[in-house]
């Protein structure tokens, strides 16, 4: 049953949040982060993702079958990919986004604008996802709501 909230959890937030988090440190050996030469453009897939919400913590790898990537591109442009695969006879999610982005050194905070069927609208919460770490290899950011909401996520260079 946790699973399966968990799962939930992550779709909806997925959906109606593009943020991502993780912590820890980087076992690569690298020396950086959001202060040293951040930002690191190209593909980077996420690997973990712990949520807090409502008390409760749901967390770990991601699990089979389930993708997450993102692209970022030199031009400022972004594409974000998610796959579920769906479970207990659930259909299987697919969401692809694309838009622009870029990166603030001083505040270590990445900002989003998706751009959909020519429309465009800030994702105002992308202001508040704050990069932990980023080197090379690994991506680190932290996300939380004003209800108390956090999200984790640690993204490796695909």
Partial sequence: MKQIKFLSVLLMMLLANFA?????????????????????????????MEIIEDGESYGGSLPAGYTMELTLNADGTYRYYYYSPGEDGDDAEETLENGTWSFDKEESKIYCELIDDGDNW???????TTVVSWTATKLITQFREEDGYFQKTTWVRK
Wanted: glycine share 20%; aromatic share 12%.
């Fill in 122 to 128: 800030s994702y105002s919460l992308m202001g508040e």
């Fill in 20 to 48: 991502f988090v993780s912590c820890g440190s980087d076992d690569d050996g690298e020396t950086g982060g959001a202060d040293s030469g951040a930002p690191y453009i190209g593909a980077w897939k996420a690997t973990h």
